[in-house]
């Protein structure tokens, strides 16, 4: 039972346009969104965030939004760089114990 | 400020031969998980612990896996014996409080059974 989704397993972007990555999930009781980005032999680091009550985050290069209707989550980055080239991981927080869980990441290569 | 360090970083093993991971959280941190990733799919948690108490164990395969955090501290994962599915990444993680989202990870242990 996937409860978090990201069903483009890669996605390559040229320099200085938009990434856009996509995650969706089932359960409406999530109350937290992150991205964690993760470089090959690291393991990943906190990106963005978003509550479930709001609809945007912003934070640089970087902004969620959430559609909570559509239970669909993206992040955008722009302007992209080479240095953002990584796997991109959504997770969703729910349940007693507030644990995440994650969707299986999409593979960001930005193009110079 | 040290990160989440994790050993070994590598680690090869046959089947039913057993394995211990060991990990050392940011200090100060009250909350510890343990995650295994699979190639191809993203981080699962096994344990969770609060200090040295279990919170969460619920998709830890029970038979085969077992965790203890000493102390509040230090943790280990061990597996034993080993089976050619649990080759995997054994990522370790912790906060500063139980559930929170700000989750820093150690490195991982690349774990490969033959």
């Known amino acids: 039972d996937q409860q978090v989704k990201q069903n483009s397993p890669s996605l390559s972007v040229q320099e200085g346009r938009i990434s856009i990555l996509n995650c969706d999930y089932t359960n409406s009781m999530f109350d937290y969104f992150l991205w964690y980005k993760k470089y090959p032999a690291e393991g990943p680091t906190f990106l963005i965030s978003?509550?479930?009550?709001?609809d945007k985050n912003e934070d640089g290069r970087f902004t969620v939004f959430l559609n909570k209707s559509a239970k669909h989550l993206s992040l955008h980055i722009v302007p992209s760089q080479p240095g953002d080239s990584a796997v991109y991981f959504c997770a969703a927080r729910g349940g007693a114990t507030n644990k995440l869980i994650f969707g299986t990441g999409t593979l960001l290569a930005v193009q110079p | 400020e040290a990160g989440v360090a994790q050993s070994p970083r590598y680690k090869i093993i046959e089947k039913r031969q057993s394995v211990a991971f060991w990990c050392n959280p940011i200090?100060?941190?009250?909350?510890l998980y343990w995650y295994q990733q699979i190639l191809g799919q993203g981080p699962k948690l096994l344990i969770q612990?609060?200090?040295?108490?279990?919170?969460?164990d619920s998709q830890l395969p029970k038979d085969r896996f077992s965790a203890e955090r000493l102390k509040g501290v230090d943790s280990t994962l061990k597996i034993q014996p080993a089976k050619l599915e649990d080759s995997a990444v054994y990522l370790c993680?912790?906060?500063?409080?139980?559930?929170?989202?700000?989750?820093?990870f150690g490195p991982g242990t690349r774990l490969t059974v033959t």
């Open positions: 993680a912790s906060s500063a409080s139980t559930g929170g989202y700000e989750q820093y």
């Open positions: 200090s100060g941190h009250a909350t």
């Open positions: 612990f609060q200090n040295n108490g279990v919170v969460d």
């Open positions: 978003i509550s479930s009550i709001k």
